[in-house]
């Protein structure tokens, strides 16, 4: 994988939530309520990405009113949460996008992302992914899920366009 060469050709980047823009702990208020923690430097990189004429989104198997809070606070074309189904939600998202799958990067941590990153252009893990979604990434990041990975990736995108 030579990212100098693949870093241009991307103009979607879609990730996973829990684990990639969370840290994966989920927090409960008493009244059952799920809270989550985003890091504002991966907001940032977002907004970055999308001044650079990119476009973002999530395909997630949880939903709640949080994240798509967090997905519109950050202009995010893209929302899939929950999905049941993330490769056909991912070929839903190409369809609208009208972009190739050689055109997407997609950030996950965890099995249930595998079948995306196995089609995609570029596939990345978090550093604190499973063992096997480290391996089947074409990079792996040095930060952990939560912790300005997806800033990470979007500062190497942009650093090769």
Not at 10 to 32: A, H, N, P, Q, W
Not at 63 to 91: F, H, I, Q, T
Not at 135 to 140: L, N
């Amino acid at each position: 994988m030579n990212i100098q060469e693949i870093a241009p050709k991307i103009k979607l980047l879609l990730m996973d939530c829990d684990g990639v823009l969370t840290d994966g702990r989920l927090y409960f208020s008493e009244s059952g309520e799920a809270m989550k923690v985003f890091h504002v430097r991966d907001g940032q990189g977002i907004a970055l990405w999308h001044k650079a004429g990119g476009v973002s989104g999530i395909i997630s198997g949880r939903g709640s009113e949080l994240l798509k809070a967090r997905a519109a606070e950050l202009g995010m074309k893209y929302l899939k949460a929950p999905s049941d189904d993330k490769v056909n939600d991912l070929e839903a998202i190409l369809a609208d996008a009208g972009v190739l799958l050689e055109e997407v990067c997609f950030i996950g941590d965890d099995v249930g992302d595998l079948k995306i990153m196995q089609r995609v252009g570029f596939s990345v893990a978090v550093a604190d992914a499973v063992d096997e979604v480290r391996s089947a990434a074409s990079y792996v990041t040095n930060l952990k899920g939560g912790r300005g990975a997806v800033r990470e990736v979007i500062d190497l995108l942009l650093t090769y366009r």
